[in-house]
C-alpha cells in the first residue's frame, strides 16, 4: 500500500505534466494567433512541424497503403499510358527527364522532388500508389483518386518505380515529355546533365 506522501508525489508529477502540456499549447497558440508561425511558402518550416508532418505522414501510409504488388504488367502500353498520365497531371511539379524544376515546383512548400533525379525506385508499390491517390495534406500534393481511374493511378505507379530501367519505347516516350523548367535555369548553371543524373 503506498504511503500519503508517495501518492502526494504521483499526483504531484502528474499536475506538473499537464501543466507543460497546458503551457506548451498555450504557447503555440498564441504564436499562432500573433502570426509568428511561418504561413509563406517561402519561409524554413520550424524543425517541429517537420518531425510531426513526416510522422503522421509515415504512419498512415504504414496503416492505409495497400500491401499487394502493382496489379499491371509491366509492358510497353501500361508504362507509356503512365508517362502520358504523369506528363499531364504530374511533371508541372515533380518535373521532366531533365531533373530541372519549373517555377511552380520551385515555390512549393513542401518542395515536390523532382522525380529524375530523386525517383521512388525503392519505395513499395502501394506506398506510391497511396501518395498518388490521396495526395498529401498540407503540401502541394493533390489527391488523384477523383479525377484518375484505378488503373490510370496503377500506370503512374508502374512508370515510376520502372524509371530508372524503361525499354525502349517507353524511354523515348519520357524524354519527349516537355520540361516546363525556364531556359534561363539552365543557363544559371542548375540544371542536370544525364550524367549527373543517373551517377
Not at 41 to 63: C, S
Not at 73 to 81: A, V
Not at 167 to 178: C, G, H, N, R, T
Request: proline share 8%; net charge positive; with cysteine.
Amino acid at each position: 500500500m503506498r504511503r500519503p506522501g508517495a501518492r502526494c508525489l504521483a499526483a504531484g508529477a502528474a499536475l506538473g505534466a499537464l501543466m507543460a502540456v497546458a503551457s506548451g499549447l498555450g504557447a503555440f497558440y498564441a504564436a499562432a494567433v500573433w502570426g509568428w508561425l511561418p504561413a509563406n511558402a517561402d519561409a524554413k518550416p520550424p524543425a517541429l512541424e517537420k518531425w510531426i508532418a513526416n510522422k503522421a505522414l509515415d504512419a498512415v501510409i504504414l496503416r492505409e497503403a495497400p500491401t499487394k504488388p502493382n496489379p499491371l504488367q509491366l509492358d510497353d502500353r501500361n508504362l507509356i499510358d503512365g508517362i502520358h498520365l504523369y506528363a499531364a497531371n504530374c511533371a508541372v511539379c515533380h518535373g521532366a527527364s531533365d531533373g530541372r524544376p519549373s517555377p511552380i515546383a520551385r515555390g512549393l512548400y513542401q518542395k515536390a522532388p523532382q522525380l529524375a533525379r530523386y525517383g521512388v525506385e525503392d519505395d513499395e508499390d502501394g506506398d506510391v500508389y497511396w501518395k498518388v491517390a490521396h495526395g498529401i495534406r498540407m503540401t502541394g500534393m493533390p489527391s488523384f483518386s477523383g479525377s484518375l481511374r484505378d488503373r490510370q493511378l496503377w500506370q503512374i505507379v508502374l512508370f515510376l518505380k520502372n524509371m530508372e530501367s524503361l525499354p525502349p519505347a517507353a524511354q523515348k516516350a519520357w524524354e519527349a515529355v516537355p520540361s516546363a523548367a525556364p531556359r534561363s535555369v539552365a543557363r544559371r548553371g542548375n540544371s542536370t546533365s544525364s550524367k549527373e543524373k543517373h551517377s
